[in-house]
């Protein structure tokens, strides 16, 4: 196994909370996990750590802990990023695609009171990878996949149930608006997605 599938491995135990916020890291237990010596673990806490998923924390590693003032800065950069993103999404794809998001509709009405949080933030995240993708464009698509994984870790350490009724207004709206081809719309749903996404997280860790 190499260092950067070791910190795949790692960052998915990290987003999915297997390995929660401030969990110290110990590179002897990880190697015996992965099959591998210390030095493929010491090079994928590196890589992790540039990612921002790990800190130092003396001569250790440490998961990187859940942060507001995190979040406020992804904020920022999502809600420019990110908007003028979906719109070159919608420019870039042709008819095909276009009419393949009417398929995420479906799905997220197909969502009952049996839905986990996992299940209900999957079918948001999956309208933003396809958005992501539909740029034509690997290296924003990276950027934007990037600060979206950070933002899961954050939803799913929310200490209650996310309700189905109001989650999806803005992502069914967002859906509506590429199958329609409606730019404008497009650029104020996904305005307000951002903002209200941060707004319900910061709520529910102040409260």
Known sequence: ?????????????????????????????????HGVSRTPVKEALIVLQAEEWVQRHGSHFMVTPLSLERIKQITEIRSILEVESNLLALRRMDEATRRSFDSLRVHINGLDSSATNLDIVNADLALHRRLY????????????????????????????RIELDSFFDDTLGMIAAVVNNDEKA??????HHVARSADFIVRIFLT
């Open 133 to 160: 993708t539909a740029t034509r464009n690997t290296q924003l698509a990276k950027v934007l996949d990037h600060l979206l994984s950070h933002y899961l870790r954050f939803w799913l350490s929310l200490p209650q």
């Open 186 to 191: 497009l650029r104020e749903l996904s305005e």
């Open 1 to 33: 196994m190499t260092p950067r599938q070791v910190a795949e491995q790692l960052k998915q135990k990290i987003i999915m909370l297997e390995l929660p916020p401030e969990t110290i890291l110990n590179i002897s237990e990880l190697a015996l996990q």
